[in-house]
Structures are given as structure tokens and as C-alpha cells.
């Protein structure tokens, strides 16, 4: 029996037999949805569905277009560098896939000077779950995104969520206090702290700390650990919303301490507001598609080139020009 798609395929070949492109991308859109339908089942699909959409290969909108409908949540998980966020995702895989749910996990990392891939792509905290048939790590570079994640971890986590897997994991770089991208990301977003950041909560609050659902103190067994988390609990009684006052977790992640506790805030968080933060989760989601697209064919060069030309002109004026540029 045919297949819709050898169908569709048939079809075109007979009426379009000089039209080469159009069969041609009926093919493409074929074998990339195939691609897709085979991603549940083979680890090995889905990695090649990510490389396609990573680097944009031909055929990545169609895997995206054809990607189906999913619920499946995506805790992000960003805070400071060296405040233990591999560890911390590692004990979160190691109790979730225990229970056996299946994970994937995304973790971005700083970029390489020399290969332009991910710095850190070896994972060594995560490297005992490698064989894990229920758990799909994978590393991307930035590329020098400057908002703690990689500019194309929207359509990757798409692409993870669809896979079959019960929750995705998402690791930011390092961040600072304007890189709050997860937050337009995630369905809850954990922001991991450490007693040594108390003199840096100040330079914090007015980004980062400002996105996160749940707050965690790692390596609370320091001696500054208590008054820390206390302070900390002060300083987010402001943030309560929709009912939800973000908790404070004290975790020490080398000893996998706290982690049960971590899980059960997260699922609190996931069925008490999931569905108010989705409608926003979602704008901002296709805001930053619909703003991609528009933008895709504007460049710094194309822009220079025609101000080359325009600013001959006496009466030359910038806003005029960029009204001109945007129609």
C-alpha cells in the first residue's frame, strides 16, 4: 500500500515532470517528515534532527513544521558559574530516570575560539548517564549568543519535547544579570546560587534573579548557608504570583542532598501555574520566531551598503531611511 507522502510524491512527478524544484521539494518534505515520525524510537534520528536544525541545514523548516503538538515540560536551570549547575542536573536525571521517566537535557555551553563548537561538549558530570537508553543528553555551543543560551535552543528543545521523553532539561551557560532568556524558554526556570554570592545578589536581582520559580542554594553546608537562604527568602516575598511563592531549596549537589526536595517544588510549580505561564510562554515564543523571520534577509552589510549611497544625498536623514528599509 502507498503511503500518503510516495502518494503526493507520485503525483507530482506525473503533473510536474519538467518541474524539477517542485518535486523535489516534495521529496525533501517527505524524507524529513519520515525523519521526524522515526525520532520517538531512534536516538540516532533525532541527534540528526537536531544537527539539521542547529546548523540549518537543508530541510530544517520542514523538520520543524512537522514536528507534532507537545505538552512536556522544560525546566531550565541557570544561576552563576561554578554555582554547581551540572551536578545538581545530574542528581535531577539520576532521580528522575530511577523513577523511569525518560529525560533529555540540553546543555549549552561557552563556545569554542578554535572550532566554534561546544567548549565543554564532553559533559563529564553527566557522562555515567551516557548509556542510559532513557536519557538523551546533547551539548551546543552559543555562538555567541549573549542571553545564556544558544539563539537556536528554541527549536531544539521543540524537537526534544517531541521525541517521546516525559521532561526536557535545559542548562544555561554562566550567566549575568541581563541573561534571562531561559525564562522565555522554560515552563520553570531554577536559579542556582551559592553562600559566596551574597555580595553579588545586589548586581543579581535586577535580572536574573527576577525570572526564576524556584530558587536554590547549593553547597549549603557552608558555613554562610543558612543566613543566605534567609536572606534570599526575604528578598523574593515581592515575587509571589498567580498564588506561587517561589521556594528556596538548600541543596548540596556533590553529595546528591536535596535533589528529592528540587523535584518535588518543580512538579509543584508545573501543576499549580502551568497553564497561566503558557499562554505567555508561547507570545514570546512566537515573537522571537516571527522577529527571526522578518530580520532574515536584513544584514550589517546590505544595511552599510545602501547608507553608503543614501548619505550622498544633502538632505539625508536616518529615520527616513530606516522607515524606507522596514517596508
Known amino acids: 500500500m502507498i503511503d500518503d507522502f510516495s502518494h503526493i510524491i507520485l503525483i507530482a512527478s506525473i503533473h510536474f515532470a519538467n518541474h524539477q524544484p517542485i518535486v ?45 503538538a507537545s505538552s512536556v515540560p522544560v525546566i531550565g536551570i541557570t544561576g552563576p558559574p561554578g554555582a554547581g549547575k551540572s551536578t545538581l542536573i545530574n542528581n535531577l536525571i539520576q532521580h528522575y530516570s530511577s523513577s523511569g521517566k525518560k529525560v533529555a537535557v540540553l546543555a549549552v555551553d561557552p563556545t569554542s575560539p578554535f572550532t566554534r563548537g561546544s567548549l565543554l561538549g564532553d559533559r563529564l558530570h553527566m557522562a555515567m548517564h551516557f548509556n542510559n537508553e532513557n536519557v538523551f543528553i546533547r551539548s551546543v555551543a552559543t555562538r555567541g549568543s549573549l542571553g545564556g543560551l544558544t539563539d537556536k535552543a528554541l527549536e531544539i528543545t521543540d524537537a526534544m519535547k517531541s521525541a517521546g521523553f516525559d521532561l526536557v532539561l535545559v542548562e544555561t ?9 531561559i525564562a522565555s524558554l522554560a515552563d520553570a526556570t531554577v536559579l542556582v546560587l551559592v553562600p559566596e554570592s551574597g555580595d553579588e545578589i545586589q548586581t543579581l536581582k535586577s535580572g536574573v534573579m527576577e525570572i526564576a520559580d524556584i530558587y536554590v542554594v547549593n553547597k549549603s553546608d557552608h558555613e554562610d548557608a543558612e543566613k543566605f537562604s534567609s536572606s534570599l527568602a526575604w528578598m523574593v516575598q515581592h515575587k509571589k504570583n498567580a498564588g506561587w511563592l517561589p521556594p528556596v531549596v538548600s541543596c548540596i549537589a556533590t553529595q546528591d ?29 512566537a515573537f522571537r520566531i516571527i522577529a527571526k523571520e522578518r530580520m532574515k534577509d536584513v544584514t550589517r552589510t546590505a544595511i552599510s551598503e545602501m547608507l553608503r549611497e543614501k548619505m550622498k544625498e544633502k538632505d539625508f536623514n536616518l529615520y527616513r531611511f530606516v522607515k524606507e528599509v522596514s517596508k
Open 24 to 68: 523535489s521539494f516534495v521529496k525533501r518534505m517527505a524524507a524529513e517528515t519520515e525523519l521526524v515520525r522515526k525520532i520517538k524510537s531512534d536516538r540516532q534520528a533525532l541527534a540528526r534532527c537536531i544537527s539539521i536544525v542547529e546548523n540549518e541545514s537543508e530541510g530544517w523548516e520542514e523538520i520543524l513544521q512537522s514536528l507534532p
Open 257 to 285: 542532598k536535596g535533589t528529592v526536595e528540587l523535584a518535588e517544588k518543580i512538579n509543584l510549580f508545573l501543576s499549580s501555574s502551568q497553564n497561566t505561564k503558557k499562554v505567555a510562554l508561547l507570545t514570546e515564543k
Open 173 to 181: 551557560v554562566g550567566v549575568g544579570q541581563s541573561e534571562t532568556e
